[in-house]
């Protein structure tokens, strides 16, 4: 059994976006070691760091890991390498003068090795996914993992300790994505979600036999060749005229519910398709049937109930700043719309405290609209700053890599 994740009486920092974490991580202070001996600040640096990196790592796993080896880079001067060759370098030497140059006094920045020493949990699978904002905890990228929601260069990956080479790319199920990273349901949206779990449980009708029931005329063997998406459209709108019908309808619950289940699954299969014949289908003609019945609206109210206007109405109401609104409306509404049956809030909009750990290492390529990103290269150290991200400070990290390079 897991013990208490987010303590705070105790607090370890997590790799996770969870409020109380974040709530630690402000309250973060330099560890003091006080009076205890170089052993003891050592086991107390490994404790911290390994509780942020690799927490469902098991330690032997991590140990054999582990790499004494730190990669870093140098940083070469442009200016000075066009200008010299390196001969410059032995002026002197040996006859004690000392050649300043301007490029000998520009400040050295000391490189932060110490800050490397998780690098190779890095490459790991479910950290990359924590990493990329595609999870908010590397706990749940493992279960996107094992569930199979993931793909490296096109193939399912159910391996969460799957090392990553460099250009492998990885993708996520953008659906998964959303739930990781948007803000949940409030009350209002978890019932309307339970409304409509129960009204689409109870659905287990044969199609064949409620395709037979909806359209009888369909099996006449003389009946013309028509169009597979007139023959779906046609399904679509008796299905429609059955359920509008009144209420002393010969049709019980069981078969209502199966008449709504094969209109969405015909729903679907229209939308699956390019060449999509439905008035609703594109932003263009979603905007001229709303502008049509405004205008029919307005010209209703115009006319005195005595009159009945012969021609429809042919001056828009819309001005053109209203009509793009309208239409930037509509197209939002169209990639953000409201789901009840998503497990997320609807519209979509980013969890809270999100924004505190919204950013993505160097050595990472992220493209959140297809929701995959590629592994470019291996963290590296340069002067001034490690790529590994990690909250604790070089002496800590410092003493963390002590503890397991005296270990191995």
Known sequence: MRKKTYSLKRPKLRQSWSKYNLYNLSRAERPSFGPRTYFQQKWSSKALTRAYHGEAIREKQW????????????????????????????????SGLEALNPWQVKPVIATPYMN????????????????????????????????????????????????????????????????????????????????????????????????????????E???????????????????????????????????????????????????????????????????LELTSRLNLSSAS????????????????????????????ALAEARENPIDPSKPYGTPWRPRDYMSAFAFIPRYLEVHHKICSAVYVRHPVARPGFAEVPTPYALEVNGLAFNWYLRRR
Request: aromatic share 6%; no cysteine.
């Open 63 to 94: 140990q054999r890991m582990f790499r004494r080896t730190l990669r870093s880079v140098v940083p070469m001067d442009h200016e000075y390498l066009a200008h010299n060759d390196g001969s410059e370098q032995a002026l002197g030497r040996g």
């Open 301 to 328: 109210d115009s006319t005195s109930p005595s009159e009945s206007p012969s021609q429809p109405p042919t001056s828009s109401t819309l001005s053109a700043d209203d009509s793009q609104a309208l239409r930037a």
């Open 116 to 219: 490397m020493v998780y690098a190779p949990l890095e490459r790991r699978l479910d950290t990359a996914i924590f990493r990329a904002l595609f999870a908010s905890s590397t706990w749940q990228a493992r279960q996107f993992v094992i569930h199979g929601y993931v793909k490296v260069n096109g193939k399912k990956m159910i391996y969460p300790g799957y090392q990553l080479n460099p250009g492998d790319m990885y993708q996520v199920e953008p659906d998964r994505v959303l739930f990781a990273t948007g803000a949940p349901k409030d009350k209002l949206e978890r019932r309307d979600g339970r409304r409509l779990k129960i009204k689409t449980s109870t659905s287990s009708k044969d199609t064949t036999d409620l395709a037979d029931e909806v359209s009888p005329a369909a099996a």
């Open 221 to 287: 063997p003389d009946a013309e060749p028509e169009d597979p998406r007139e023959k779906l459209n046609t399904l679509l709108t008796q299905a429609k005229s059955i359920l509008s019908a009144d209420s002393s309808s010969s049709l019980s619950a069981k078969k209502k519910q199966d008449l709504r289940a094969f209109q969405q699954l015909v729903k679907r299969t229209l939308s699956r398709s390019s060449t999509s014949t439905s008035i609703t289908d594109s932003l263009d003609a979603q905007l």
